[in-house]
């Protein structure tokens, strides 16, 4: 069974950094493509980053190119989201997926991704 568990959410203060971990289970994160989504409240969900499996980069949105890095320890079988200059606006419930392929910063998403439960980060002082 496939199960991804996620943890490392709080509230933080702008200008803060928070550390999301996502650990894997029945799947080998290297062989997946490896997302972090994010969902404030009233709004869409929105893709944050996406690691190809076939070459190991890393593609991210805009709004959080150069403070969110996604990496990935394979013994582990762990992945995680490193959170620096942390705004406002990045408050939400970050999801981590594993999926196929991606498209750009985004995991194709179809009924055999396998989803984290979610972590909730809030900034705000």
């Known amino acids: 069974q496939v199960q991804l568990v996620e943890s490392g959410g709080g509230l933080v203060q702008p200008g803060g950094s928070l550390r999301l971990s996502c650990v894997a289970s029945g799947v080998t994160l290297d062989q997946r493509a490896i997302g972090w989504f994010r969902q404030a409240p009233g709004k869409e969900r929105e893709g944050v980053s996406c690691?190809?499996?076939?070459?190991?980069?890393?593609n991210y949105a805009d709004s959080v190119k150069g403070r969110f890095t996604s990496s990935t320890d394979n013994a582990k079988n762990t992945a995680y989201l490193q959170m620096n200059g942390l705004k406002p606006e990045d408050t939400g419930m970050y999801y981590c997926?594993?999926?196929?392929?991606?498209?750009?910063?985004?995991?194709?998403?179809?009924?055999?991704?396998?989803w984290g439960q979610g972590a909730q980060v809030t900034v705000s002082s």
């Open positions: 997926a594993a999926g196929h392929y991606c498209v750009g910063n985004v995991p194709y998403v179809d009924i055999t991704t396998a």
């Open positions: 690691t190809s499996p076939h070459d190991g980069t890393t």
